[in-house]
T-cell receptor
Framework: GAVVSQHPSWVICKSGTSVKIECRSL??????MFWYRQFPKQSLMLMAT?????????EQGVEKDKFLINHASLTLSTLTVTSAHPEDSSFYIC???????????FGPGTRLTVL | LAKTTQPISMDSYEGQEVNITCSHN???????ITWYQQFPSQGPRFIIQ???TKVTNEVASLFIPADRKSSTLSLPRVSLSDTAVYYC?????????????FGKGTKLSVIP
């Protein structure tokens, strides 16, 4: 299956700062990437769909100005949490679907803690 | 939206076969069914994917009845390391227009 990496694997930041999380497809070109958020003991919640070269599509209730997504190349999508607050503390996971496949492959996740 | 329903939790002894069933009554014609395994603080790991009938790989089997309104993940001879949360996912749409809804998952606990 596909290999997806995320960086950083964990980050701690102060309230009000911005944090950028990178999601990289290591072995094939990902036309579509997804960003999920997972709170403790809960399921994954889709935040947005990122299509290479176009604007991301956000799920209902997800603030697009707070969670900035950029998918400038076929191997990299970034999620920036702007003006982070403690309630943004969560596990953020990206996934990719390559061209011609319906299978989603997930990154290892990024643990964000906002103090 | 094809909502999925799974048992919240299951317990099994080591060495037994475990079957986890997922209901997806509103599955659409073009939807595939995919199962994932997730350990704490890790991203979900792909296990198996199918469209209909039976699919088998080196780690699991997936059984899908003709009406496709449910699917069953079968894990042969589980070990302690199989303790994890298992999710079934029904992907809707085609390239560029996916709709993805994760259910609550099934927490499998393997007992020695």
């Amino acid at each position: 299956g596909a290999v997806v990496s995320q960086h950083p694997s964990w980050v701690i930041c102060k309230s009000g700062t911005s944090v950028k999380i990178e999601c990289r497809s290591l072995d094939f070109q990902a036309t579509t990437m997804f960003w999920y958020r997972q709170f403790p003991k809960q399921s994954l919640m889709l935040m947005a769909t990122s299509n290479e070269g176009s604007k991301a599509t956000y799920e209902q209730g997800v603030e697009k100005d707070k969670f900035l997504i950029n998918h400038a190349s076929l191997t990299l999508s970034t999620l920036t949490v702007t003006s982070a607050h403690p309630e943004d503390s969560s596990f953020y996971i990206c996934s990719e679907i390559g061209t011609g496949t319906d299978t989603q492959y997930f990154g290892p996740g990024t643990r964000l803690t906002v103090l | 939206l094809a909502k999925t329903t799974q048992p919240i939790s299951m317990d099994s002894y080591e060495g037994q076969e475990v079957n986890i069933t997922c209901s997806h009554n509103n599955i659409a014609t073009n939807d595939y069914i995919t199962w994932y395994q997730q350990f704490p603080s890790q991203g979900p790991r792909f296990i198996i994917q199918g469209y209909k009938t039976k699919v088998t790989n080196e780690v699991a089997s997936l059984f899908i009845p003709a009406d496709r309104k449910s699917s069953t993940l079968s894990l042969p001879r589980v070990s302690l390391s199989d303790t994890a949360v298992y999710y079934c996912l029904v992907a809707e749409g085609g390239a560029g227009s996916y709709q993805l809804t994760f259910g609550k998952g099934t927490k499998l606990s393997v007992i020695p």
